[in-house]
């Protein structure tokens, strides 16, 4: 089975402007989560999909983040308008059901300059 | 919430050494997974441990549930073990929580 796929890789953007990054979860899998690892600390988690509902999404930083899953499939999250601290590495995963494992995309390295 | 620790923090060893990494977690956990980011940023899952033993290679991890930590040990270790090996905590509802890491570099 195809993996879980993020775009794009890497993404560098000016401080004020506009990101939208990509996951594709694995085909069938309800649950969608996106983290992030900000200036090599732990991974933080930031919101969890099942289907196209936001379960929780106590981890999102602020406002200037937006998580969408239109038709429970893809997931896009955007990040308007960016600014430096925002930089790292964002991880999507997907999960069959609750508590099986998670498969990790691998990530999208957004700096903002 | 959960609380999830790493040990050691960064470890430095010499190619064909063996390690053991350690996470303790505060509270009851559904599941336990341990992950290796490689030096290109890549999570690559390396086991899913709820409890007992499991090897792939010369890589292996025990989970004691009842006392609260996982072990990952690294035999004969290699170049390319090097990373950041995190260890990820299922709770009883959806969410993951990630150590810090523990950074590893093996010298050749």
Redesign the interface.
């Known amino acids: 089975e195809a993996g879980v796929t993020q775009f794009p890789s890497h993404s560098v953007i000016e401080k004020g402007q506009t990101v939208t990054l990509r996951c594709d979860p694995i085909s069938g899998h309800d649950?969608l989560?996106w983290?992030r690892r900000v200036m090599g600390?732990?991974?933080?988690?930031l919101l969890?999909f099942?289907k196209e509902s936001k379960?929780?999404e106590s981890g999102m930083p602020n406002n200037r983040f937006l998580a969408e899953r239109t038709g429970g499939t893809y997931s896009t999250l955007k990040v308007q308008p960016a600014e430096l601290e925002d930089s790292g590495?964002y991880?999507c995963?997907s999960s069959h059901t609750?508590?099986s494992?998670?498969?990790?995309g691998?990530?999208t390295?957004l700096t903002v300059t | 919430g959960i609380q999830v620790e790493q040990s050691p923090p960064d470890l430095i060893l010499q190619e064909g050494a063996n390690s053991t990494l350690r996470c303790n977690f505060s509270d009851s956990v559904n599941n336990l997974q341990w992950f290796h980011q490689n030096p290109w940023g890549q999570l690559i899952n390396l086991f899913y441990i709820p409890s007992g033993t499991k090897q792939n290679g010369r890589l292996s991890a025990t989970t004691v549930a009842t006392e609260r930590y996982s072990l990952l040990y690294i035999s004969s270790s290699q170049t390319t073990d090097s990373g950041v090996y995190f260890c990820a905590a299922h709770t009883g509802g959806f969410k993951t929580i990630f150590g810090a890491g523990t950074r590893l570099f093996v010298k050749a």
């Open positions: 649950n989560y983290y600390k732990e991974i933080k988690f969890h099942v379960q929780d590495v991880f995963a609750k508590g494992p998670l498969h990790f691998n990530g390295r």
